[in-house]
């Protein structure tokens, strides 16, 4: 416990220091003193000239600080790098890798011992204690060091960050093309300035303070309350025009906390035993985020955001700063937070809003989801980027790839500048390639479809030539709801899809809750939910949930028939049998009321690994196959995608997905069942050569991606195709597989339809 009342109090005041200089120094003082050493320094490795550089010291000379410089591998605290583990000397003046600085005045210490510090794989520098007594450092000292480093290394990492971010690299070097790594929210490329946006009270500094006239207190709280309710009741009006009517429930949601059975009944209650409003208003609000902060659930865990947003907003008005200064608006604004909220995109004209950028929060968040409804690139997670510094900075956002880039040199710029002029050009070429068939040089017909969830999609959708939808993810109106939607609800919903691509078929998948998607009302807790309980094993477990979504997807279809019904996350036979007798209960129920319908097709989707392996045992069941290629991805690699510590681990071309994608293709066949992929995959315009390569010809897509995918497919013949997947097939890393892609389009002519990808020249 000592032990961690240290470290506690050292990170706490490291993470408070000003700049990188002051946490380094903290960080030397701090140690050396728990530590009971002589010496501690902090080496940091200057990823531009890959040498070490002295940057703090606590026991040598001050003067040799920003002076003594080492190659990577030399010295001591080169071999501590390189060998990445500590380091652990009785007398290092006999090791030979010693490495004598004189300007340091450290001829008189024996004893050393060095630990690497790293930060997600990456090697900042090296952390060392010395001492002048010829002594091994015991197993403890050394265990707190790892120790200390290890939690320093964030500190670090990000304390550099910022000084990058203010203009400066390593050593007072000009930063240039600096990358922030974060969570794909939404696709899009996006060059602006930043506005910075936090909420204008801070909750945790409120003081308790006991008062008299609760009356007054009480008159205060409640104008408090009626401002918040009615900015929100402004911010959904703003954006009434671009957002369907489940879309504008999130500020219902909001509205409902506000509700005097719910937070504010709290508060007051406070208010009356004798707390001021501001005070009362702190322990409620800090209780609620205190509670789903500590839930596990990542989507519940978001609405712990949510809450805290909306008692800064109610504290905002109890401190009287309820009208803020207008300040003026970038022709290009790229909206930033620290923990961006739905409330927040009404901060910002929508003629003038561009790209959204989040430190905290998940592709799940309800801001991403409005993102891709609002078709704005956005980024989430990227828990490196110092938000607070980079008001009125350049920014590119890379929607695609999840990258947030600040200082953009004229060629990175230049870069992005291509891509969306490519995208603009691709839009501009649409209007040629809308109307005509996606088929290949040598008359193979390949049918593109698109990926929906809001009725914004569908016309976006439509626009772009999309000959169906091969998924509709009927979850997100039960997400964006406060309770189950009713079968009359659903049913109008999901015939506001059929009808508008009607003739063309829609692939209604149903109900998929559980891993990153949940709902409020039903809280689903679990160490692992990706691996729990989800997608058909939540319906077939809540059969008053299954039967009456199929009901309405049934009722919906009436008259046009081009209903399709996916069933998700099917792991064994059994669990379609099960789904089937629902289905087909509901179906004679439905005639039975009068009601004319035709039996819809009924397929699977193929996403973890024991589906792979029961293809056609599943397909000889139903009537067609599809695969999600993205969660298919993320369980045979063990990689969450919207985790941004190992998202570098997700590869879409693993050669093992790309093998099982292969073997699914040919089982299909082998069955006589038709197959088709929805993911991002599908929407890679080289993705999609190697899928109709297979024999994938029902390729579906967000909608943003089908003209790129059909100009190349247009332009190819499928032999060349197969000749390429050949040659995929053989290699053994995703990263060849790429290369191999690449080469064969810009050898063909087709560089211009190559995914885009950010070229930073440094990373923080």
């Not at 985790?643 to 997905?657: D, F, G, I, K």
């Not at 211009?752 to 070229?759: D, E, I, K, S, V």
Request: charged share 25%; proline share 5%; with cysteine.
């Amino acid at each position: 416990m000592e032990m961690l009342g240290l470290l506690r109090r050292i990170v706490q005041e490291v993470n408070s220091a000003s700049h990188l200089d002051a946490a380094l120094r903290v960080i030397v003082s701090r140690v050396r003193e728990a530590m009971s050493t002589e010496v501690c320094s902090v080496y940091l490795l200057d990823p531009d000239t890959n040498r070490y550089l002295l940057m703090a010291t606590e026991g040598l000379n001050q003067e040799s600080i920003g002076r003594v410089s080492l190659n990577h591998s030399e010295g001591l605290v080169g071999l501590v790098g390189v060998r990445e583990e500590p380091l652990n000397l009785e007398d290092a003046p006999t090791h030979p890798h010693f490495r004598f600085f004189p300007e340091t005045g450290e001829d008189k210490f024996r004893a050393f011992l060095g630990v690497p510090i790293i930060h997600h794989r990456k090697l900042l520098g090296v952390l060392v204690i010395q001492q002048q007594a010829r002594r091994l450092f015991d197993e403890r000292e050394e265990a707190f060091l790892v120790t200390v480093s290890a939690q320093l290394a964030a500190v670090i990492a990000h304390s550099e960050a910022s000084g990058i971010v203010s203009g400066l690299s390593f050593a007072g070097q000009q930063a240039r093309d600096v990358c922030f790594k974060g969570a794909a929210g939404a696709n899009g490329v996006a060059i602006g300035e930043a506005l910075v946006l936090f909420p204008p009270a801070d909750l945790n500094a409120v003081p308790d303070k006991i008062i008299e006239n609760t009356v007054a207190e009480q008159q205060a709280f409640d104008a408090a309350i009626a401002a918040v309710r009615q900015d929100i009741r402004q911010v959904g009006e703003k954006l009434s025009g671009q957002l369907r009517p489940e879309e504008r429930a999130l500020f219902d949601v909001y509205l409902g906390m506000l509700d005097d059975a719910a937070i504010p009944g709290e508060v007051k209650a406070k208010i009356a035993a004798g707390q001021w409003a501001q005070g009362a208003l702190r322990q409620v609000i800090l209780e609620y985020v205190g509670h789903f902060e500590s839930i596990s659930d990542s989507y519940l865990s978001e609405r712990a955001v949510d809450i805290r947003d909306l008692g800064q907003r109610v504290l905002a008005y109890l401190q009287q700063h309820a009208s803020q200064v207008p300040r003026e608006f970038p022709e290009r604004t790229i909206l930033v937070s620290d923990e961006l909220t739905p409330a927040m995109l009404g901060a910002v004209p929508r003629d003038r809003l561009v790209a959204l950028v989040s430190v905290r929060g998940s592709s799940n968040s309800h801001v991403a989801i409005l993102a891709r409804a609002m078709n704005l690139p956005c980024v989430m997670g990227a828990i490196e980027l110092p938000a607070a510094r980079l008001d009125g900075m350049e920014l590119i956002v890379d929607g695609y790839n999840g990258d947030v880039f600040s200082h953009p040199s004229a060629d990175l710029k230049g870069y992005y500048d291509h891509i969306i002029d490519e995208e603009r050009q691709v839009s501009t070429d649409l209007e040629k390639l809308r109307d005509l068939p996606c088929v290949t040089l040598d008359g193979f017909s390949i049918s593109l479809w698109v990926n929906t969830g809001l009725m914004t999609d569908v016309m976006r959708s439509l626009s772009h030539g999309a000959e169906g939808v091969g998924l509709y993810r009927t979850e997100v109106p039960f997400m964006i709801n406060d309770r189950f939607p009713s079968e009359l609800e659903q049913r109008d919903c999901y015939r506001e899809q059929l009808e508008a691509f009607a003739p063309n078929p829609v692939t209604m998948r149903t109900l998929d809750i559980g891993g990153d998607k949940k709902l409020t009302y039903f809280p689903i807790h679990e160490e692992n939910p990706f691996l729990g309980w989800r997608g058909i094993r939540i319906t077939l477990d809540h059969p008053e949930i299954f039967l009456v979504q199929v009901r309405a997807m049934l009722k919906a279809s009436e008259g046009l028939n081009n209903l399709s019904i996916l069933l998700p996350m099917v792991s064994n036979v059994t669990e379609v049998e099960e789904a089937l007798r629902l289905i087909n209960r509901v179906y004679w129920e439905v005639r039975e009321e009068g009601i004319d319908v035709v039996m819809p097709p009924v397929g699977v989707m193929v996403e973890v690994p024991s589906a792979v392996f029961q293809v056609k045992e599943i397909a000889e069941l139903v009537d067609f196959v599809s695969v999600g290629s993205n969660d298919l991805t993320q369980y045979l690699l063990a990689v969450d995608r919207n985790n941004p510590r190992v998202a570098n681990l997700y590869h879409a071309l693993h050669p093992a997905v790309l093998q099982a994608l292969y073997k699914i293709s040919l089982d299909a066949k082998a069955v006589g069942k038709p197959l088709s992929i929805c993911g991002e995959l599908a929407g890679d315009p080289g993705g999609a050569i190697l899928l109709a390569a297979m024999g994938y010809h029902t390729l579906s897509m967000n909608a943003a991606n089908l003209p790129r995918v059909k100009s190349v497919l247009r332009s190819i013949t499928l032999r060349w195709a197969e000749d390429v997947l050949r040659r995929c097939l053989a290699t053994d890393t995703p990263e060849v597989v790429r290369s191999i892609l690449e080469l064969s389009l810009k050898e063909a002519g087709f560089e211009f339809f190559t995914r885009p990808t950010g070229q930073a020249s440094s990373s923080a």
